[in-house]
DNA sequence: TAGGTCAACATAGTTAACCTAGTTGGCTTG
DNA sequence: CAAGCCAACTAGGTTAACTATGTTGACCTA
């Protein structure tokens, strides 16, 4: 299946995955195939598609539940505005980011103290 | 280096070098120490770091040179930046709220555990 | 029947090894 | 000296095998 592209097997895979849920072929909340199954449907090993289904985990399109499968998002963002607001979103994100950085770093710190000291 | 988070190594390394760069320890252009260099210095496989530095190198903050090393981006004024790439931005924004989220909930979990039932 | 066990399957993380290919610098040879 | 080769680095892609952990369903037993 993966063909004879520059492009390394693992994006082939990734972009074809992404394009079915993009197009609807895999609906949201739908369970992609196992593992296993897309290394023998691509003819790809355990590795490459492993590598392929991070990549979309990572982007936020499929969630990955342990010992259950992996599954597309199930995402209520359709388009609700216009591009022009794009750049009051990235502000948007940004300060969302900071918040939570800035509480992540306090968390971690308590954490880690406690362990180097517990009780 | 690795800490006994449940967050996996990969990930860890990957946040640290987004750190220096975001700080400017590591500054735009400069090269990042090479894999082998990496993977001594944080106690991991090569393997790990290649993720670690591949999630980088997906995000754009870092392009590797086949041969030479991988650098730092030399980051063009966002400001100048086309509004095609807002779109681009606005979706690496959201996977990295989505990654900090994740962080701190699994963060302040352990820590409600340990204050419920100290070890 | 209710409950426990166990095998099979799933994702996820990690490691080690091998291969390709680009770059660099030093050494040899013409 | 100049050209070319070569060894030693670099990133990147691929594969296989292992561990950990969660889920499910079938089966056995009390």
Do not use: C, W
Not at 46 to 62: D, F, T
Not at 72 to 78: A, I, K, L, S, T
Not at 103 to 108: H, P, Y
């Amino acid at each position: 299946m993966v063909k004879k592209t520059g492009r390394p097997g693992y994006l082939q895979i990734a972009d074809d995955l992404r394009e079915q849920i993009r197009g609807g072929a895999l609906a949201p909340g739908a369970p992609l195939p196992s593992t296993a199954q897309l290394a023998e449907q691509y003819d790809a090993s355990l590795s490459i598609v492993k590598m392929a289904v991070g990549i979309l985990r990572n982007e936020g399109l499929v969630i990955g539940q342990q010992g259950k499968g992996v599954f597309v998002r199930e995402d209520e963002q359709p388009e609700k505005r216009p591009a022009t607001d794009l750049a009051s979103e990235v502000i948007e994100l940004r300060t969302a980011i900071q918040d939570l950085s800035e509480r992540l770093a306090r968390v971690e710190s308590t954490l880690s103290e406690s362990r180097r000291s517990p009780k």
